[in-house]
């Protein structure tokens, strides 16, 4: 998916008197920072957040979208007005929430750089009613529940003693429905895991990915994620000096509900092998892993499977 041609305008503007080859300094002392792990110790320089809007901005609202997807699918009937989103950089989660078309109307946005939170003011549409509050996450969230609760790219950041506290805090402000969001990494997936332990001994109900409640069958050296396929801009492809149109960012989520929701039945764990007459299908079932072989002799299912990417349910 392509961000909107508004916010993408947006982000343009703010671009203004920054060269092109400062820019992609910018980006690539962001990527390294990143790989170094060291995300909640550094501040970021002017030049970086811009290069975040640029790079960052477009690959994180995608994976915001594409799990809203997933809950609008599995919750038809939830209609959230109210959102808080914490640790919310310059705003992805209520920009991709109004780019799906939830009626929200109202949003809390916990953010500890207030430089994102200068950027993010001028990203989220005025018409949304926003609360920002310049703070750690660490920090005592003095906030009222909402109906929607997200933290995506956040929880990562943090120690495993802090990270448990504020799950279950956050759990605490959520109506109805908690998202985490986290790097479609090894260290990602570990981190979410315990994130879905916790939610499961605090009465929580498991919406997605996983078809079940049970202990995560995934194996020691494995880990579950998903893709989202952003189609870059030109000036996307510019900074980092790339010739493919499009990159796809590897994240893994969990979405728990306050009331019991009816998971699906299984999940599409691999990118689907489709050979010449047969499609093989790693599956995560309500039991276990299995792989399961759709041949053209079953045709209406066959079609189907031809139709499914990773990620899905397999009907």
Partial sequence: MLINDQLLSKIKLMLEGL????LALARQELTDLYRKRVKNNFKLSAPQRLAYLTARLPATYAVVYQVFVEMKKRCPDFLPSTLLDAGAGPGTVPLAAMGIGLPIRS????????????????LVAPDLEQKWLCQDMTQELNIDPHDLVVASYSLGELSEKDRNRIVIKLWQLTKKILIIIEPGTKVGFESLKKVREILLLNSGFLVAPCPHSEKCPMGENDWCHFAARIERSSLHRKIKDATLNYEDEKFCYTIFSKNKVEPCQNRIVRHPFKGKGFIKLQLCSRNCFEEKTITKKNKPQFSLARKLNWGDELF
């Fill in 19 to 22: 060269s092109l080859k400062e």
């Fill in 107 to 122: 949003a809390t946005l916990v953010e500890k750089d207030p430089h994102f939170i200068v950027l993010g003011k001028r």
